[in-house]
């Protein structure tokens, strides 16, 4: 996602920000530093209505709504799949102001009124006031969506040196100044020696924080369920620990991408690279099979977005339904699929 406005915040702002964030203490992970930058009651990126009114998100919800009418129709099979349960529910994670959540209903509403009859729909967004973690929620049937929201969690930095991997902190000096320090910390055991001794000296990685509370969280809202996560990230090991001492991290302001976190803060989306091969873990972990992945470009053929193209007339729309499938751009991201409790389902988004 991009946004097409700089706006800087003056000395005096930097200051009075920089005290809330280190209020309780001059050193700080990476997670609750980004926690506060993005997420913020006051100066957040996520929170200032301001900047989201001059935003120009680019997400796939936002792009065009046939990627939701084509979730919808991945979503009919779903329910098809569970035999069409009285009540089933689908729960979109970080589905901000709920653009898929209207491209999804409203197919369903004129396509296949059964579905919308027993449909209940969360969208839980942080934005919204709902944070994941808070949210209690349970039901039988249903299915849990979410389109670029891992890569929106605060996550924790590493890095090698000496071939020991250590965690970054932020420290505040007495002169506003941040600076990095590498430290060991309990986090890293998550990490076994053969991962480690994988990563290139120097290279940085990432990881979701409290990435296992928020699958155990996810497990809890159905009994049965398909998981499908849209996102951009790797899982193959090869792609994720490449020598890489900046990291696989992007800052967006206006139209600049830069990897520096701690310059103008509030004021930039931070994003990283999904690390699906941690996501997969502790998805399994909590009794989720992965189904598999593949490209958006290849589920939207999948799912029959071609027929779709050749309805529309109009030039602009159609131009923004190629933007969805461009594999250099937004078609590149990944679809995963996760199966929860019962077995046997093969998603149509997945054939070959
Ligand atoms: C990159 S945006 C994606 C928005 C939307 N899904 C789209 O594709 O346009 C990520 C969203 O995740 C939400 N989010 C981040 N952490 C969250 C949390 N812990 N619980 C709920 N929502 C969260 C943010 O508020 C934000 O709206």
């Known amino acids: 996602m991009s946004i097409n406005k700089n706006i800087f915040q003056s000395k005096k702002e ?23 930058a993005l ?16 935003a120009d998100f680019i ?51 004129k396509h296949n009124k059964k579905i919308y009859r027993s449909l209940v729909y969360l969208n839980i967004d942080e934005a919204n006031n709902d944070s994941l973690l808070d949210v ?55 990490f076994d020696n053969n991962f480690i001794s994988k990563i290139p000296e120097n290279s940085r990685i990432e990881l979701t924080n409290n990435l296992k509370e928020i699958c155990n969280k996810i497990s ?26 900046n990291g696989h991290i992007r800052c967006f302001s206006g139209h600049n991408m830069d990897k520096d976190i701690l310059s103008n803060i509030g004021n930039k989306d931070i994003t990283c690279d999904v690390n699906f091969y941690f996501l997969n873990y502790f998805l399994e972990d909590t009794g989720f099979k992965k189904l598999g992945f593949c490209l958006q470009e290849k589920f939207l053929q999948n799912m029959g977005i071609a027929n779709y193209f050749n309805s529309i007339k109009d030039p602009i729309e159609k131009q923004q339904i190629v933007s969805l499938m461009n594999p250099n751009g937004l078609g590149g991201f990944k679809v995963y699929f996760h199966q929860f409790s019962s077995e046997g389902f093969w998603p149509q988004g997945l054939n070959q």
Request: aromatic share 14%; net charge positive; charged share 25%.
């Open 14 to 36: 930097n200051k009075n920000i920089l005290n809330k964030i280190f209020e309780n203490s001059l050193e700080i992970s990476h997670s609750t530093f980004i926690n506060f």
């Open 39 to 54: 997420y913020d009651r006051g100066f957040g990126f996520y929170s200032n209505k301001k900047r989201m009114l001059l």
């Open 59 to 109: 997400t796939s919800p936002l792009t065009h709504k046939s990627f939701g009418i084509m979730i919808a129709k991945q979503i009919i099979q779903i329910w098809d799949y569970y035999k069409n349960p009285k009540y089933f529910s689908i729960i979109e994670l970080g589905g901000s102001s709920g653009k898929l959540k209207e491209a999804i209903i409203s197919y369903m509403k």
């Open 136 to 190: 209690n929620f349970n039901s039988k049937y249903g299915c849990i969506i979410s389109n670029e929201f891992f890569d929106a969690l605060p996550f924790d930095r590493f890095q090698k040196k000496n071939k020991a991997l250590k965690e970054i902190f932020i420290k505040k000096d007495s002169e506003n100044n941040l600076v990095e320090v590498l430290k060991d910390s309990e986090k890293i055991n998550i």
């Open 220 to 245: 809890s809202f159905l009994d049965h369920c398909i998981m499908l996560t849209i996102d951009y990230g790797f899982e193959d090991l090869e792609k994720l620990l490449i020598n890489n001492p």
